[in-house]
């Protein structure tokens, strides 16, 4: 094996083994009732990152503009149109409002999709957005684990038609849990 290799390798497991760590994290919130707000979004996302977060915050969200690759391979640059702590909030909220209105699988598709496309932290926003899915599943119920989300491919989110074939994928996976 070569050394490459072997750092990959251990770079992967330290990342799995945070992400356990996180979706821990998520479920024990869910657990309590408690309801995710940035403040544990950015929690969230230094559990990834491996970052302390204490009184002196290491500022986890992006404030400057980054060039992403898609799926497709073209790549992006996204452009920072307001706060984004502001932003996630929002997504939080009507995540929060449809869940509370009884639809908690649209919440939790809709907060994923949503952190996802505003791309509010500087890394792990794809990780996060798996996180806030999970917190949803798990605070309602849904027999799904938010790592069966980030498995999935994606597609191009900004797309209807793979934000609406997602859906369907996710609905068929929690259906498919229940009957477990």
Known sequence: M?????????????????????LEAAEALADNRSLLTTLELERFNGILLG?????????????????ITLPSGKTETLTIVKDPKITAREVLHLATQKAENGDPLEAAVDAYVGLVLTHAFKDANRRTAVLAAHYFFSRYRIPLNGTAIHELGLGDLRDPSHVAELRKTIEQMAKFGAKR
Do not use: F, H, Y
Not at 2 to 22: C, D, I, W, Y
Not at 53 to 64: G, K
């Open 51 to 67: 970052v302390k977060i204490n009184d002196q915050l290491q500022d986890l969200w992006r404030t400057d503009p980054i060039t």
């Open 2 to 22: 070569s050394e490459n290799t072997g750092s990959t390798n251990l770079m992967l497991q330290l990342q799995s083994a945070r992400m356990e760590r996180a």
